[in-house]
């Protein structure tokens, strides 16, 4: 289990990454208080289970001042289960919040499984917030396609799923170095 904690001040910014690969059993909890005004907390995860593994995920975020942000993006690959919970919470006194909360996942074997909890607890007006989560497989004429340019499937399937995660990867600080482990730990994955 993973616990993180951040209370931030005014024009503060708060910025986490979240990378999930090669635990059998994982809870990851962040949880963000803006408790003045301009300030703003970025939340970002990749997770990528295997057969047995199991990785959770969970996020909330709560506006106390007005004229904060906030914005999580949650990317995952699943051959295993996952679980994320993802909760804004603004407050009756955070008029003119921005907020944003949004999970994508893949599931790369019928066994896999994932569940999704966005929510959005407003008590206020004058806010901008949205939520989504979209669970999927990849797309077979993507790969096909890739395939009809002389790619070999297997390899197609790693193009698809590192475009997948991309976004993500590249909103890290990491080094290339750590970048090239990282692909080379999803392609392995997402096998």
């Known amino acids: 289990m993973h616990y993180t904690y951040a209370t931030q ?12 690969i090669n635990n059998k059993y994982v809870r990851n909890y962040i949880e963000t208080t803006l408790t003045q005004e301009k300030s703003k907390t970025h939340l970002y ?17 709560h506006h106390k001042a007005p004229s904060t ?9 699943a051959k295993g289960k996952a679980i ?10 955070a008029e003119k919040t921005q907020a944003t909360q ?16 966005p929510q959005l607890e407003i ?19 993507l790969i096909f ?16 799923v590192q475009a997948f995660l991309t976004q993500l990867l590249e909103k890290n600080t ?11 730990l999803l392609n392995k994955h997402s096998k």
């Not at 942000?69 to 690959?77: A, E, P, R, T, V």
């Not at 994320?84 to 006194?93: R, T």
């Not at 008590?123 to 004429?141: F, M, N, R, W, Y």
């Not at 990491?174 to 080379?184: A, C, F, T, V």
């Open 69 to 77: 942000q906030s914005n999580q993006l949650y990317k995952g690959i």
């Open 123 to 141: 008590h206020t007006q004058d806010v901008l917030c949205t939520h989504g989560a979209t669970i999927s497989q990849p797309k077979e004429t």
């Open 45 to 61: 995860g990749i997770y990528a289970t295997n057969h047995k593994q199991y990785i959770e995920n969970n996020t909330k975020i």
């Open 102 to 117: 949004n999970h994508h996942a893949w599931l790369l074997t019928p066994q896999a499984t994932i569940k999704t909890r």
């Open 9 to 20: 001040q005014k024009n503060s910014k708060f910025t986490y990454h979240t990378t999930t």
């Open 174 to 184: 990491y080094s290339q170095e750590l970048q090239k482990k990282l692909y080379k």
């Open 145 to 160: 396609y890739l395939q009809t340019r002389g790619i070999p499937k297997t390899l197609a399937h790693n193009i698809i």
């Open 84 to 93: 994320f919970n993802g909760n804004i919470y603004v407050h009756k006194s």
